[in-house]
């Protein structure tokens, strides 16, 4: 089982939806959570990161975190075709220990 | 511009000729880090670094090295490259790893 799992897709969404990106992980250790945007042949972006449990809101952007069900997720409100693109979670145990953990990243296509 | 920048960033060799992939951040960063991106399997962490001198293996570090004699800059060195290797490589910094990283463009290496 990987320590992190997150469905690759393809999501294909209509523009405006509202979007719901899920990663689920296997360690309760994880305490900073990331959400990373990658456009194709291109480094990935960060997006948001949050520590713990809990909201963070960012234009029209939300990440949540629910250490309970070891399971966060990234919401994108009135979706845009420039949304379209690969987003991936990302987790850390914190500390001075920086072992990065990714998900394999979901693919998003926002169409107009 | 505040970046991390790799070089080169296309690369084809032969198995066995040894080869350096070069990134250097203008941020001031403390945590660099190498990543390896393959479809299927995600981004995946080779080495970190927390500061100059200070080195530590991530996921897969197996058939590389690194070195951090300059806050700047952090190399990855194939010694000896083989067809596995193969892969689209990111070189990412920041300045507190937990709250996320800056990424390069990356370098898509073959190696035939």
């Known amino acids: 089982q990987k320590e992190v799992e997150q469905d690759p897709g393809p999501l294909s969404v209509p523009e405006g939806a509202i979007v719901s990106l899920n990663c689920t992980y296997s360690n309760s250790a994880f305490q900073y959570f990331m959400w990373y945007r990658q456009y194709s042949r291109k480094g990935p972006e960060l997006l948001m990161y949050?520590?713990?449990?809990g909201n963070k809101e960012d234009g029209r952007f939300t990440a949540q975190v629910d250490k309970s069900s070891k399971y966060i997720s990234l919401f994108i409100r009135d979706s845009q075709p420039s949304d379209s693109a690969t987003y991936l979670c990302?987790?850390?145990f914190g500390g001075g220990y920086q072992k990065v953990t990714f998900g394999i990243g979901t693919k998003l296509q926002v169409i107009p | 511009e505040a970046q991390v920048t790799q070089n080169p960033r296309y690369l084809i060799t032969v198995t066995g000729k040894k080869l350096t992939v070069t990134c250097s951040q203008n941020?001031?960063?403390?945590?660099m880090s190498w990543y390896r991106q393959d479809p299927g399997l995600g981004l995946r962490q080779i080495y970190y670094s927390m500061n100059v001198e200070v080195t530590d293996k991530g996921d897969v570090p197996e058939g590389y090295k690194v070195s951090r004699k300059e806050k700047r800059n952090f190399p990855l060195i194939l010694e000896s490259p083989s067809p596995n290797q193969t892969s689209l490589y990111f070189c990412?910094?920041?300045?507190?790893?937990?709250?996320?990283?800056?990424f390069g463009s990356g370098t898509r290496l073959t190696v035939v």
């Open positions: 941020m001031n960063h403390e945590y």
């Open positions: 990412a910094s920041s300045p507190q790893g937990n709250y996320g990283y800056t």
């Open positions: 949050t520590y713990s449990s």
């Open positions: 990302a987790m850390t």
